[in-house]
């Protein structure tokens, strides 16, 4: 059974030996051209604060359907914010077997982005019953993205471009959405907690609890487990990326199954584009070995702003939710 490589990418978070920098980057390069996968350690983020957030994501998905619904995603408006049911989202059309909360960067009402009515920008809705919550997500968001920001250093210089390539353009003003998911037990035996998919952006970085299901597809058709590495985030590649590298970087398909029959949590951050950044090809060479999609799709004739392909792809997610709540920007 193949196993997707560890990096160790605290080089790229004190950027203070080149030659560690130079090699962490060659590896995280290898990796996305060859999997679109890879666990990241030393990340900067805590076992105390890994702990502290799975603890609290627990109290939250005790709470009953009532208390959970007071901050259902029907209330966030065009935030596209708040708690979802089991079997609420959809994954290529098909609900997953799976709750959560839709949360992301917190921004008030001055914000620019917020004034202008941008849809997937706002504040958090936040449980009254549980204000532990939102300090605790904040906290691991925080240092979430700092490991984001040290990943597109790595990423920008497996490219060959600067180091700060991406901080300087399209990641400057970035689109940060952040989940928790709970996969309860039970269900029928072929029921998928997410079925097959890709994710739509830059780079997602996951956390995940000690009960596994994650799968990738490798490129020779097989599924790779990938079961918890620790306190280990998965990286992987989205659609974008795959974009920006003219293929060179891959978004691999991916789902949750039921590996052990256990309650599961997860906690995704999907470090994406500036909403209104148009994501044109890098100046770098096509790969000659494109992939089939598992869904047919040619993300390298995606066109026009980040955030009206992101709103189109999310819309598809809660198709009920969509048309009250996303509109494109002019």
Known sequence: ?????AIDIAPLLAMDDAAAVERTAAAIGAASADYGFFYAEGHGISDALFDRLEAVSHRFFALSEAEKAEIAMAHGGTAWRGWFPLGGELTSGRPDRKEGLYLGEELGEGDPRVAAGWPLHGANLWPTRLPELRPAVEEYLAASVAAAEALMRGMALALGLSADHFANELTRRPTLLFRIFHYPPGGEADDLGVGEHSDYGLLTLLGQDAHGGLEVRAADGSWIAVPPRGHALVVNIGDMFERLTRGRFRSAPH??????????????LFYDPDFAASVDPLPVPA?????P???????????GSYGNYLIGKVGKVFPALAGKQLRELP
């Open 1 to 5: 059974m193949t196993a997707l490589p």
């Open 255 to 268: 789902r949750v199954i039921k590996a052990s029959g256990r309650e599961r949590l997860s906690w995704p």
């Open 287 to 291: 790969t000659t070995r494109l992939l």
């Open 293 to 303: 999609r598992w869904d047919g799709a040619d993300v390298h004739a995606a066109g």
